[in-house]
C-alpha cells in the first residue's frame, strides 16, 4: 500500500496558467506536509511546508491542506519555463522525524 | 543556509567492491536519512539516523550499512556492490524537531559494473 500517491503525470501547462498538483496520503494521523521541486540530474529542493488546514501562499505557489479528505495540493500562478520539474509530495506522521515521499509529478510548462 | 555535501557527485565501481558513500552536514542537525532514487519508484529510505551512533532500518536497507560516529557525518556502506545498486543516493538531513523540513546533498550517481 501506497502511503503518498502522485500522479506522475506529465502535466503541461501553458505559459502563464496555474497548474495544479495534487498529493493524497493514507495515514490519518499525518501532521507535516512538504513539496519539494527536483530538477532533472539534481537533488530536491523544499518549496514549500504545511502543518495546518488551508491555505499558506509564498510568492507563486501556494499549498493547500485537507486533513479530513487527506490530501494536499500545490498551485503554481502564473507558471514559467523554469517551473518545468518533478514536483516531490512528502508526509510525516505524527511523532515520527522521517518523510516518506511521493513518486512525483512531472511538470512541464510550454511557452 | 543548511548545507549538505555528499563526497562525490558521480562514482564508478566493479561488482565485489565495498563501497563508502559520505554526506556531510553543517547545521548541527539531529536526524540525517540515506535514500535511493530510481526511475518509476520514487525516494526510497535505506537507513536514518537520529543521533551519533543510533540508526534505524529503512524500507530497503539490504546490502547496505550505515555508520554515524560524528553529528555532522553519516557514512553509507555497499558491502559488496552489485549492478542493481546502481542509482542515484540521496543524503538528507533534518533539525530534531517534529515541525521541519528534510535538506539534501547534491547526490552521488553511482554505477556498478
Known amino acids: 500500500q501506497k502511503e503518498v500517491e502522485q500522479n506522475s503525470g506529465p502535466l503541461s501547462v501553458p505559459e502563464g496558467a496555474i497548474a495544479s498538483l495534487n498529493c493524497t496520503y493514507s495515514d490519518r494521523v499525518s501532521q507535516s506536509f512538504f513539496w519539494y521541486r527536483q530538477y532533472s540530474g539534481k537533488s530536491p529542493e523544499l518549496i514549500m511546508s504545511?502543518?495546518?488546514?488551508g491555505d499558506k501562499e509564498d510568492g507563486r505557489f501556494t499549498a493547500q491542506l485537507n486533513k479530513a479528505s487527506q490530501y494536499v495540493s500545490l498551485l503554481i500562478r502564473d507558471s514559467q519555463p523554469s517551473d518545468s520539474a518533478t514536483y516531490l509530495c512528502a508526509v510525516r506522521r505524527g511523532g515520527s522525524y522521517i518523510p516518506t515521499f511521493g513518486r512525483g509529478t512531472s511538470l512541464i510548462v510550454h511557452p | 543556509d543548511v548545507k549538505v555535501t555528499q563526497s562525490s557527485r558521480y562514482l564508478v565501481k566493479r561488482t565485489g567492491e565495498k563501497v563508502f558513500l559520505e554526506c556531510v552536514q553543517d547545521?548541527?542537525?539531529?536526524?540525517m536519512f540515506w535514500y535511493r532514487q530510481d526511475p518509476g519508484l520514487g525516494l526510497r529510505l535505506i537507513y536514518f539516523?537520529?543521533?551519533?551512533?543510533?540508526?534505524e532500518k529503512g524500507d530497503i536497507p539490504e546490502g547496505y550499512s550505515v555508520s554515524r560516529e560524528k553529528k555532522e557525518r553519516f557514512s553509507l556502506i555497499l558491502e559488496s556492490a552489485s549492478t542493481n545498486q546502481t542509482s542515484m543516493y540521496l543524503c538528507?538531513?533534518?533539525?530534531?524537531?517534529?515541525?521541519?523540513?528534510?535538506?539534501f546533498g547534491q547526490g552521488t550517481r553511482l554505477t556498478v559494473v
Open positions: 547545521m548541527d542537525h539531529e536526524n
Open positions: 539516523s537520529y543521533d551519533v551512533k543510533m540508526k
Open positions: 504545511i502543518y495546518s488546514n
Open positions: 538528507a538531513s533534518s533539525q530534531g524537531n517534529l515541525n521541519t523540513e528534510a535538506f
